[in-house]
């Protein structure tokens, strides 16, 4: 879309800013916002190793790129609840951060280690690429080849992101809106794009119910949401949006 011309032809004028609403697994009808942060980026790397010795380097070679995560996918419910507890919280566990998941590839002429990795904020994956280079480095076959370049992470503005909460809270009240101090680990977002062109925010929606069973989780298998948040979540963005207008004026 960036590329086609989308923001040159939108509208007349230059865009000055721009928004974007997710869901998320906060209590149905609330808002998270997320000034100065977002969602990680990533980056891809594979390994090629030959010879006799290749699928045994390779297993180690995983074990010791994997050992590099600071943080896990959460497989319960109680590690998930961890997860959005640890997001909220200031200079938490999440505030820096790697996730790496690698996969082992063995064949005839050796093996292949294929890898993706997130990470908090961006500029670890230059730290991490060199840690790469070196742990392959020790591995006489080894042939290492990263993506280009990371994808970006997704950088909400602070300033329009307090602007966002301040105009919920005082519609919506003051328990509408978190404040989120960390970027969740898994998951990243294209709308990141976007923010490198135009200033703007995403905010999440809360749509989790759990007293009906609707965990609210984005991309869980088990993912349901209370639809009564949608008609929320349009009459408080098309107010803000409004109201950005009105400040834009």
């Known amino acids: 879309m960036i590329a086609s011309g989308v923001l040159e032809r939108t509208l007349p004028q230059e865009i000055e800013e721009i928004y974007a609403l997710h869901c998320g697994p906060f209590p149905v009808g609330t808002f998270a916002v997320m000034p100065g942060l977002g969602l990680p980026g990533q980056d891809h790397f594979h ?32 590690q998930y609840a961890r997860i959005v507890h640890d997001i909220r919280t200031p200079d938490g566990p999440l505030a820096r951060f790697v996730f790496i998941r690698s996969r082992l590839t063995a064949g ?25 280079r070196t742990a392959a480095a020790s591995l006489p076959s080894a042939r290492v080849d990263f993506a280009c370049e990371p994808f970006p992470a997704m950088v909400c503005s602070p300033e329009l992101s307090e602007a966002a909460a301040t105009y919920l809270r005082g519609t919506l009240g003051d328990d509408a809106v978190t404040v989120l101090h960390a970027a969740f680990p898994f ?32 991309h869980a298998p088990d993912f349901a949401a209370d639809e009564r948040a949608l008609g929320i979540g349009v009459r408080a963005m098309a107010g803000f949006l409004t109201s950005r207008l009105a400040t834009l004026a």
């Open 187 to 218: 998951n990243g977002e294209d709308f990141a794009l976007f923010l490198r062109e135009v200033p703007g925010a995403m905010l999440f929606l809360g749509v989790a119910n759990p007293e009906a069973g609707l965990n609210g989780t984005p």
């Open 47 to 78: 390994v090629e190793l030959t010879g006799p010795e290749a699928v045994a380097d390779a297993q180690r070679f995983v074990a010791l790129v994997d050992g590099w995560s600071t943080v896990e996918y959460p497989q319960t419910p109680e």
């Open 108 to 132: 005839p002429d050796g093996a292949v280690v294929r890898a993706s990795l997130r990470a908090w904020p961006d500029s670890r994956y230059a730290e991490i690429r060199d840690a790469v």
